[in-house]
Structures are given as structure tokens and as C-alpha cells.
């Protein structure tokens, strides 16, 4: 049962991270797309050049919430994994028919 419930940690965690770099490429592959496009009607090197500036602060900016939102996702997966032992271990007890301590004295 343990090996069950991490592997469907696993692949949920996994699904999770899969979304979230799919949806970063596609934005990426858009916004770059877009950023050639503003770039080729540029007339002034200075006017391209703050283009860039500004397009190489909003990719940082989205490159570190991705991160962010990773790391949320991983630490979520993480205290799952870390709940599997206690749980199982709990529950041990009642999966082999063993009364605990406190059952026994009182009957």
C-alpha cells in the first residue's frame, strides 16, 4: 500500500511540474515571438536596445515565479512523502489486528 500512494505522489507531483513548463515554453515561444516582432520595426538602436532591457526583465520576472511555483509544488509533494510512514505506521495496528496498550487495559 505505501508504494502505491508515493508512486501517486510521484506521478502527481510530476503531472503538476509537466503543466507548469508547458504553459512557461508556450509563453516563452510567444513572448519571443512577439519580441522579434516589436524589434523589426525598430528605427532607433536605443529604442531597441530598452526593448530588450524590458523583455529580459519580464522574462527574469516569469522565469522566477515559474521557480516559485515549483518549489511550492515540490515542497507540497515533499511533506505528502513524508506523511506516507506515519500514516501507514498508524495504521498498522488496525491492518494486522493488533490491539494497542490502551484497548487492552481497559478490557
Same mark, same amino acid.
Given at each position: 500500500?505505501?508504494?502505491?500512494?508515493?508512486? %501517486?505522489?510521484?506521478? *502527481? +507531483? +510530476?503531472?503538476?511540474?509537466?503543466?507548469? #513548463?508547458? $504553459?512557461?515554453?508556450?509563453?516563452?515561444?510567444? /513572448?519571443?515571438?512577439? #519580441?522579434?516582432?516589436?524589434?523589426? *520595426?525598430?528605427?532607433?538602436?536605443?529604442?531597441?536596445?530598452?526593448? #530588450?532591457? &524590458?523583455?529580459? &526583465?519580464?522574462?527574469?520576472?516569469?522565469?522566477?515565479?515559474?521557480?516559485?511555483? $515549483?518549489? /511550492?509544488?515540490? *515542497?507540497? +509533494?515533499?511533506? #505528502?512523502?513524508? %506523511?506516507?510512514?506515519?500514516?501507514?505506521? *498508524?495504521?498498522?495496528?488496525?491492518?494486522?489486528?493488533?490491539?494497542? +496498550?490502551?484497548?487492552?487495559?481497559?478490557?
Amino acid at each position: 500500500m505505501p508504494v502505491i500512494m508515493i508512486a %501517486d505522489i510521484n506521478k *502527481s +507531483a +510530476a503531472e503538476k511540474l509537466i503543466a507548469v #513548463q508547458t $504553459e512557461y515554453m508556450t509563453d516563452l515561444f510567444n /513572448t519571443g515571438q512577439a #519580441q522579434i516582432l516589436a524589434l523589426s *520595426s525598430v528605427r532607433e538602436p536605443k529604442e531597441g536596445f530598452e526593448l #530588450q532591457i &524590458k523583455f529580459f &526583465k519580464e522574462l527574469d520576472a516569469k522565469l522566477a515565479n515559474i521557480a516559485e511555483k $515549483e518549489m /511550492t509544488m515540490l *515542497s507540497e +509533494a515533499k511533506e #505528502q512523502l513524508i %506523511d506516507v510512514p506515519e500514516t501507514n505506521i *498508524s495504521g498498522m495496528p488496525d491492518m494486522y489486528g493488533i490491539a494497542d +496498550a490502551t484497548t487492552r487495559k481497559n478490557a
